[in-house]
């Protein structure tokens, strides 16, 4: 059936895509989005925030078992995982609701259903009523990505999981296998390790999270030691072999091969862009390894098709996302003077038992770039708020450029750190130095007093260690 015709359609309403859409209405410009599962995207529903609500669930277990150091009283602790997951999807289900109001209090048109791109300024949806045909000057492509899965390691949703299996899953493990310790593996190892899990990390690089400061990464790797979890570096799982109840993994490491049995197996080995059946080829939109080749500004190319988000490559990360859908509706509206997203500023958070955040370069990156750095370390155990919390685990670092003072990055490892980098990620945006910072005024006791007296230890001016 004929379509309307729109300033601008957005494919996938994921937190790139939903904000991209508001971000035009609020501009004045026509929107309509396109989603073929649920509005919110993989964040809403099955990424982000459900695995927070659990890793919640987990984290006040674990607090529970500690009770008596706290001078109280829990006896005969125990958990439902069913009412876990059920709170999960509970929470999942409440902002996907609340998007769908968001919609509609910015009259943006939702139209359910599976997009294709016929032609220049055409998109054509399969919704379960038929056909529809929409048309606009704007394409904005925010289908985002899916789990990778290697050969032989593909999950089957009873004893191999992807993330979607694992934030429903069908039983407890009891001995459980996760392949690779990015984020997403760390945080699952981290749940169902806290629930009593025997768990195993394997990842095929010299070092669990790679892409962390080594020094933050090497705290982590201690505290999960001391939980029992088990991790192997500088392994590849080879293949699978699954049985009633039970997988044998093989596993490589320094040209020598061993077997052990498992329960359970959680594949995260990295995403997928979905860039299957848009028509993108067709269209002249480039695509490499499965992600959308873009200019800083996310234009395709392709006068009109802009792509944001998980399928415009790395880092894969919501609020990064969320960032470039506004800048592409502005770019639209030929709003102001929008700015690309610069990936050096973005942070990173990973919520495991203790959580770990960062911005910008980690000290191995700042000397490999070039520059002559200082250092700032401050320790969880010297804060007075850490150790009234019984969160004594940790560490704050920050790496400056010796010549200017530039805050070139920070790195933390502990309580609450996810909240707490966001005081540097502001620091980099205002292009502060350490003078200021050293200036700034923090409250106590808090755990941001750790932020202060690290850029004051990188002058050798720290006053509490």
């Keep these: 059936m004929a379509g309307k015709t729109y300033d601008m359609i957005v494919i996938g309403s994921g937190p790139g895509g939903y904000v991209s859409a508001i971000r035009g209405a609020q501009l004045g410009l026509s929107v309509a989005i396109v989603e073929r599962e649920n509005l919110g995207g993989i964040c809403l529903n099955w990424g982000c925030i459900p695995t927070k609500a659990m890793l919640r669930s987990s984290e006040v277990f674990h607090l529970m078992e500690r009770a008596k150091e706290f001078g109280l009283a829990a006896e005969k602790i125990s958990y439902d995982l069913d009412a876990v997951v059920k709170r999960s999807r509970g929470v999942a289900k409440q902002l996907n609701t609340g998007v769908g109001h968001l919609m509609k209090k910015n009259k943006i048109t939702v139209v359910m259903g ?5 032609g220049k300024g055409r998109v054509s949806v399969k919704t379960d009523k038929g056909t529809e045909e929409l048309s606009a000057k704007n394409i904005v492509i925010a289908t985002g990505a899916r789990a990778r899965e290697l050969p032989g390691l593909e999950a089957d949703g009873k004893r191999v999981w992807t993330y979607r299996h694992a934030l429903v899953p069908p039983h407890m493990p009891k001995k459980l296998l996760v392949i690779g310790s990015g984020a997403i593996g760390i945080e699952f190892a981290s749940f169902y390790n806290t629930l009593g899990a025997d768990t195993t990390v394997v990842e ?13 990464a090497k705290i982590a790797k201690k505290s999960f030691d001391k939980q029992g979890m088990k991790i192997r570096e500088k392994t590849t799982v080879t293949k ?4 009633e109840g039970k997988v044998t993994a093989h596993f490589e490491k ?39 080749t873009t200019d800083p500004y996310c234009r395709t190319g392709v006068d009109g098709v802009y792509a944001i988000g998980d399928i415009a490559g790395a880092p894969w990360l919501a609020h990064k996302a969320s960032h470039e859908g506004v800048m592409v509706a502005e770019l639209i509206a030929g709003e102001g003077h929008p700015h690309p997203t610069d990936p050096q500023s973005i942070p ?25 750095i200082k250092v700032g370390r401050y320790p969880f155990i010297a804060n007075g708020k850490a150790i009234a919390l019984g969160e004594t685990e940790g560490l704050v670092k920050t790496v400056f450029d010796a010549k200017t003072g530039e805050l070139l990055g920070a790195h933390m490892v502990g309580a609450e750190v996810t909240e707490m980098i966001q005081g540097y990620v ?36 720290a006053l509490n260690f």
């Design 114 to 118: 599976e997009a294709t791109i016929p």
């Design 204 to 216: 095929v690089m010299d070092r669990i999270l790679p892409v962390e400061d080594e020094e933050i």
């Design 240 to 243: 699978l072999d699954r049985a």
């Design 254 to 292: 320094a040209g020598k091969t061993e077997t052990e049995e498992f329960d359970t197996v959680i594949c995260a080995v990295g995403i997928v862009g979905n860039t299957e059946g848009l028509g993108l080829e067709a269209l002249g939109v480039k695509v490499e390894r499965t992600h959308v």
């Design 348 to 372: 990173g958070c990973t919520y495991c038992h203790p959580q770990i955040a960062s911005v910008g370069l980690t000290e191995a990156k700042a000397k490999d770039a070039g520059y002559e």
């Design 426 to 461: 502001v620091g980099r945006k205002l292009e502060t130095t350490e003078a200021e910072l050293q200036d700034t005024v923090f409250a106590h006791p808090t755990l941001s007093e750790m932020m202060h007296e690290s850029v004051l230890d990188a002058y050798g001016k």
